[in-house]
């Protein structure tokens, strides 16, 4: 049965793994790609995330009755399926390009997480659910490969070249291998034993669980860790934009965008790991999320101070303005530092989540990609039109609530044990 079920999380990562490679490398750059079209038919914004994370969020107070209707494999699967909007950017039509962002919002994003949710806490039990976290987290940010293509595709040019193409082209068939390992899940006991005559019970009940838990005070409390999502439209959008736009990296800014996603990827991987240190007294979750903020607060600064303050407004692709300093060292440091310091607030987020709502974990998942996909959309519709320095003042305000609130219910939890 152990092996049974860390067969599961090796495939589960695995697939999230293929998927986001596609997906991440996606929004590192389309922006980026976006600006440099030169087509009367096409009108679109690179920021477009923020249409799926704001259909997203709302969606996902209906997740939990589909995961439970269909379980949480092939609802995976399906999801997975419409990540397949990676080829409107073969060919870019401007309402195809916003359709395909309200159908991933709805249909990819919302059930994929929330069943993501349910099922790992589904093969996982109190003593293993950091563990397994940690190792869903690592294998999942191992996605080097799609940032390296860009680089190597990329790197020299000031003007995104005809192969863009086939970048996206290899992006789609990346997705869709991560979509099919999905197939190769298979059920946990206790997902077998719920397949009976309580699955109706279970049906009736999903949507006034989730009316429940968004008035507990545990969801309350975390509500500001959760909303801290806005360093995840930061990291995945609008830090490798402002990259690419800055004149001071030369001829290679483009390839850059490239190399930053794979540094802020080994980030992800190295706080990933550190979920696998939360099993023992010694480096508990409260240590990690601190550290988290730590090292996030180091990279705004720094940021600050490395790309001009109009890097993310700019409509053509690069900016004139000089920063206070520019050194491509100090860019990829800090794309380590927002891989590392992303990675520490997410493990530990599913980890207390799985942890205090392991009979819920369905509805409070739901919750979790609701509030957070709020703010996310909400950072990428403003991402285009506020100046860098408010952009990481907010972070910053948020980040340090966030941790504080997450403090606080860490130490609940640890009173009523």
């Known amino acids: 049965m152990a092996d049974r079920r860390t067969f599961n999380v090796v495939v589960l990562g695995l697939g999230f793994l293929f998927i986001f490679t596609a ?7 389309e922006q980026t790609v976006v600006k440099s079209l030169e087509n009367g038919t096409f009108s679109g914004s690179g920021y477009h995330l923020g249409i799926i994370y704001g259909v ?17 494999k092939f609802t995976m699967f399906i999801s997975g399926l419409l990540y397949g909007y990676i080829a409107v950017f073969i060919m870019p039509i401007t309402w195809a390009f916003y359709l395909t962002s309200v159908l991933i919002g709805v249909g990819a ?12 806490v589904e093969n996982s039990e109190a003593s293993t659910i950091n563990r397994n976290t940690g190792m869903f987290w690592a294998l999942l940010q191992c996605m080097l490969f799609g940032n390296l293509y860009i680089y190597f595709e990329w790197n020299g040019r ?24 999905f197939l190769l899940l298979r059920k946990s006991r206790h997902e077998e034993e719920m397949l009976s005559e309580e699955e109706g019970q279970l049906l009736l009940s999903a949507q006034m669980t989730i009316l429940q838990l968004l008035k507990d005070r545990t969801i309350l409390l975390l509500s500001p860790c959760m909303a801290y999502s806005l360093e995840l439209s930061f990291y995945s959008g609008v830090y490798g934009t402002c990259i690419g736009a800055t004149t001071q990296f030369g001829e ?18 190295l706080g990933g790991l550190f979920g696998l240190l939360c099993k023992n007294n010694r480096f508990r ?11 996030h607060f180091v990279a ?88 860098l320095t408010w952009q990481l003042l907010l972070m910053v ?4 609530t966030g941790t504080l609130c997450f403090f606080v219910v860490e130490r609940m939890q640890n009173f009523s044990l």
Not at 285 to 295: D, H, I, K, N, Y
Not at 321 to 328: C, T
Not at 397 to 400: T, V
């Open 23 to 29: 997906f991440t490398t996606c929004g590192n750059v």
């Open 56 to 72: 997203f969020s709302f969606s996902n107070l209906l997740a939990p009755t589909v995961v439970t209707v269909i379980g949480p």
């Open 109 to 120: 994003a919302t059930v994929l997480w929330t069943a993501q949710g349910h099922f790992l």
């Open 158 to 181: 000031t003007e995104i070249p005809s192969s863009r193409r086939n970048v996206f082209l290899s992006l789609l068939v990346t997705s869709l291998i991560g979509t099919l390992s």
């Open 252 to 269: 290679a800014a483009k390839g850059l965008i490239g190399i930053s996603g794979i540094v802020l990827g080994i980030g992800e991987i």
């Open 285 to 295: 979750r409260t240590s990690v999320v601190f550290l988290g903020m730590v090292v």
């Open 300 to 387: 705004f600064y720094l940021i600050f101070l490395n790309i001009p303050d109009d890097a993310p407004v700019v409509f053509n692709t690069t900016t004139q303005k000089e920063p206070y300093l520019f050194a491509v060292s100090i860019a990829l440091l800090c794309s380590f530092l927002l891989g590392l310091g992303d990675s520490c607030f997410n493990t530990q987020l599913y980890s207390i989540l799985g942890r205090v709502y392991a009979d819920q974990s369905t509805p409070a998942f739901a919750i979790f990609k609701f509030i957070q996909s709020i703010f996310a959309a909400v950072a990428f519709f403003y991402s285009g039109n506020l100046l």
């Open 397 to 400: 305000i948020l980040g340090f």
